[in-house]
């Protein structure tokens, strides 16, 4: 899609981090928002930004959870009642857990496969014949580096982004096949500097169960913390990277050089068939 002026995009998890950067940039092109989050207070403050950036822009937000499909069809509702449709869909909300992967509880696999991967699930799943019927838009579905690198105690969070990976593949096929005018995306970032190492703030009560924290678990979990904190490329360079790529109708953003590189390093250790590629010790 490349004219973007007063058409609507949607961004789940738009009251945060990667989320409200997309916001801006959408905002700056002269797009409608519609945000959804659990994170009302976040939203507000998005959309206080956004005013002050981009004045008069037009915006919806909603309280929501995407792992609950009746809530994303509320949200395509609001869209439709609201602005007459969507046409940027960011399936963006994410959360993250670590341990080791057999300790890893029911409500961690709940939580976040429910977030990361049913929530971007039912964003493809409600919102793409809209986009069908509207024979224009574009799907950006957020996945990560994790989508091709499986780094150690981060399992349940791995399992969602390859997944989203595979949705996105297959979403973009699929709509070949149907000779629609909807463009797909799926981005791959590595850590840059949001709060998705908070995410406990956002974790329902309902799903509290979590795994006890280990060693080296507490270990893990600090360099996940330094490396989003220190991640070199900010979240506004990704957002601006992604509007690039739907203007160009790219694929795969993996905005990290050295992320290719890994990913090519894995293919490498593939085809030699020898032991696991760990991608935080690529020689080893
Ligand atoms: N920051 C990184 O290093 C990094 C790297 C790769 C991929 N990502 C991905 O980027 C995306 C955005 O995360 P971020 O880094 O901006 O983190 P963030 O924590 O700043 O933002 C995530 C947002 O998702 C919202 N959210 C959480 N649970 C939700 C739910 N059930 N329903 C709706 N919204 C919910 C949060 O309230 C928050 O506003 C995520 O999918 C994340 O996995 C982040």
């Not at 009251?15 to 409200?20: E, N, P």
């Not at 007459?84 to 961690?108: E, K, R």
């Amino acid at each position: 899609m490349q004219e973007f002026n007063n058409k609507v995009a949607v961004i789940t998890g738009g009251g945060s981090g990667l989320g409200r950067e997309l916001a801006l940039c959408c905002a700056a092109r002269g797009m409608k928002l519609v945000l959804g989050d659990v994170d009302e207070a976040g939203m507000q403050e998005t959309l206080r930004l956004v005013e002050q950036a981009y004045p008069g822009t037009e915006a919806a937000s909603m309280r929501l959870d995407v792992s609950k499909l009746e809530q994303v069809e509320e949200l395509a509702a609001l869209c439709k009642s609201r602005f007459g449709g969507a046409h940027l869909i960011f399936n963006n909300a994410g959360v993250s857990v670590n341990g080791p992967v057999w300790q890893n509880t029911v409500d961690d696999w709940d939580w976040v496969l429910g977030v990361n991967l049913y929530g971007v699930i039912w964003g493809v799943k409600v919102f793409t014949p809209m986009l069908i019927e509207q024979n224009e838009g574009h799907i950006i579905n957020t996945a990560s580096a994790a989508g091709w690198l499986n780094g150690p105690s981060s399992g349940v969070y791995n399992v969602s982004k390859t997944s989203v990976v595979a949705l996105s593949e297959t979403l973009a096929l699929d709509l070949r096949d149907a000779q629609a005018n909807v463009g797909v995306t799926v981005l791959c970032p590595a850590f840059f500097p949001t709060g998705i190492h908070l995410s406990d703030r956002n974790r329902p009560a309902d799903k509290g169960e979590t795994v006890e924290k280990s060693e080296i678990s507490q270990k893990r979990a600090a360099a996940l913390k330094y490396a989003v904190e220190n991640g070199r490329i900010p979240a506004s360079d990704i957002a601006e990277m992604t509007l690039k790529a739907v203007e160009t109708d790219q694929f795969y953003v993996i905005p990290h050089r050295k992320i290719k590189h890994l990913i090519k390093l894995r293919a490498e250790a593939a085809d030699r068939e020898q032991g696991v590629f760990d991608s935080l010790n690529p020689e080893g």
